[in-house]
């Protein structure tokens, strides 16, 4: 577990850092305020961090509540150093928004106990945070954390204009798996392919369980002729190998409905999720095991 310590005392520092590095944590030592800012606000920030209210640009209460801003982006246990325990002091540090204080000098006991506290809670959340965003069979993103994701995607586009593509992969005849081999070989089905369309992606893209037997993928930066080339990929991914269940191998295969955004259209994210159902529902009609692109993204993958 990474941990930051930016204490304005070089001797205490190098004494919390010894402690921490003792227990087994990754120690980040830093005493320039700003440089604290930018790690803890940037895209990996330390679990937990132990910060010294007075160090010169800290400004301790800016940044607790910048840290609380991000939300679900992954929170920094901060336990703040103080000169003293002042209950007007504590009270300003806690009201800032810390997780715990510490009165200096450190005593390493002390410290020991509640940064064993705070990475407890670290880990408890962490879990919690991938319950909340997590589909327990497959371990693919949830219905409501896809749709943030997307979200996000589109709203970053309209900044950068880089692209959105999104693709709806839907089992083919799954109830019939389900009716001839079992749940339980329809569940390791779902899990196996959920897995495949992981492995075909770019390390940027996501892919969700958006409902029962339908998988959502989003692919950030991403055109028509792109989209469907992954679209096939996953295709192909799904029905190249019968998937192994307690029941034996089954072949599977899935329906593929793309629909992208373009630069210069208007689209809301619920309407590109409406193309792709519609792309979806014609590769079902039209025989299953099939890419379609949503109609009104033909024009742009022929240019
Ligand atoms: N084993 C298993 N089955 C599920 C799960 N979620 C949904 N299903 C099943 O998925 C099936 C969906 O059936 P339909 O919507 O009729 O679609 P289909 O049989 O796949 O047919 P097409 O989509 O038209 O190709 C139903 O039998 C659901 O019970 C799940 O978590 N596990």
């Known amino acids: 577990m990474k941990i930051l310590i930016a204490d304005k005392d070089p001797v205490s520092q190098r004494k919390l850092k010894d402690a921490l590095e003792g227990w087994g944590f990754q120690v980040l030592a830093e005493t320039d305020g700003q440089r604290v800012h930018e790690l803890l606000l940037g895209t990996d920030p330390p679990t ?61 006991d002390e410290l020991e106990l509640r940064g064993r506290a705070g990475k407890r809670i670290c880990e408890l959340e962490q879990r919690l945070r991938l319950r909340a965003t997590h589909d327990a069979l497959t371990g693919i993103y949830n219905r409501g954390a896809i749709i943030e994701i997307l979200q996000i995607t589109v709203s970053r586009h309209k900044r950068d204009h880089a692209g959105v593509a999104i693709i709806f ?48 993928v989003v692919l950030p930066t991403c055109d028509a002729r792109n989209a469907l080339e992954v679209a096939e990929r996953i295709r192909l991914s799904v029905c190249a190998q019968p998937i192994l269940t307690p029941a034996g191998p089954v072949s599977a295969s899935v329906s593929l409905g793309v629909s992208v955004l373009f630069d210069e259209t208007v689209l809301r994210y619920s309407e590109l999720i409406q193309l792709a159902d519609q792309a979806l529902h014609e590769a079902k009609n039209s025989g299953r095991n099939q890419v379609v692109l949503a109609r009104s993204a033909h024009a742009s993958a022929r240019a």
């Not at 132990?50 to 840290?67: H, S």
């Not at 103080?82 to 009270?91: I, K, R, S, Y």
């Not at 369309?197 to 969700?208: A, F, K, N, P, W």
């Open 48 to 108: 937990l961090a132990v910060l010294d209210w007075t160090l010169p640009e800290l400004r301790g209460a800016e940044l607790c509540r910048k840290l609380s801003a991000r939300g679900s982006q992954g929170h920094t246990y901060v336990i703040m150093l103080t000169e003293n325990d002042e209950p007007a002091l504590v009270a300003a540090v806690m009201k800032a928004g810390a997780d715990d204080f510490l009165c200096k000098p450190v005593r390493i």
């Open 169 to 216: 992969a839907d089992l083919d005849h799954f109830s019939r798996i389900n009716e001839e081999h079992g749940q339980l070989a329809g569940d390791a089905v779902l899990r196996e392919v959920s897995q495949r369309i992981g492995y075909v992606l770019r390390e940027y893209d996501s892919v969700g369980r958006y409902g029962g037997e339908e998988l959502l």
